[in-house]
């Protein structure tokens, strides 16, 4: 788990929002983790590192490869939100995690 995966599970805990599951597999039949799922609330939070070090989800075999997740994961029901470090160090990832859970 990254650096910034245990930021954010903190700022979590912190604001006494629900208790994800980390690392969730979430699809029936492929081997796909999340970052951070919340089963009831069918939300699924990926912490997309290495954006500006040209790492593997910006590059073009794991951009397509993490389209192909997160599209399938929304065919499931899930909302997906993804999320930067710059989001999770400014509390935007988090914000945008209580909206959804407070949605329902």
Not at 3 to 26: G, N, V
Not at 88 to 93: H, M, P, Q, T, V
Request: aromatic share 10%; glycine share 8%; with cysteine.
């Amino acid at each position: 788990m990254s650096d910034l995966e245990e930021t954010l599970a903190f700022q979590i805990r912190a604001c006494k929002l629900p208790e994800p599951i980390r690392e969730y597999k979430f699809h029936p039949d492929r081997r796909w983790r999340s970052d951070f799922v919340w089963t009831d609330h069918k939300l699924i939070c990926e912490v997309e590192g290495g954006v500006y070090t040209q790492g593997r989800h910006t590059r073009g075999s794991g951009f397509e490869k993490d389209c192909e997740k997160y599209n399938h994961a929304t065919l499931l029901g899930y909302r997906v939100l993804r999320v930067t470090g710059k989001h999770i160090k400014s509390g935007e990832a988090l914000q945008w995690i209580e909206e959804c859970l407070n949605e329902l």
